[in-house]
């Protein structure tokens, strides 16, 4: 799946997500899709998902709590 199959709400939570916009084209593909993977992609067993998302946190070097959580929640509908 790529960016434009997104739901405008989980492009949104990626255009929020904190250094995105200074990621190099590389690395905005790679952090992309370990990102769809672990907060997009619905088919996946929860240890999958769980697994992108650590291989993202460690790839990007982002820290988790600077996650836009409330976000996603909101994306997901669960608020």
Do not use: K
Request: glycine fraction near 6%; avoid cysteine; proline fraction near 6%.
């Amino acid at each position: 799946m790529a960016y434009d199959d997104w739901t405008p709400e989980f492009r949104d939570v990626w255009n929020d997500i904190p250094g995105v916009p200074l990621f190099r084209d590389y690395e905005r593909e790679i952090s992309a899709d370990l990102y769809e993977r672990g907060w997009v992609d619905g088919t996946l067993t929860p240890e999958e998902r769980e697994e992108a998302r650590q291989e993202f946190f460690d790839f990007t070097g982002l820290e988790e709590q600077f996650f836009p959580w409330d976000e996603w929640r909101e994306a997901m509908g669960y608020e």
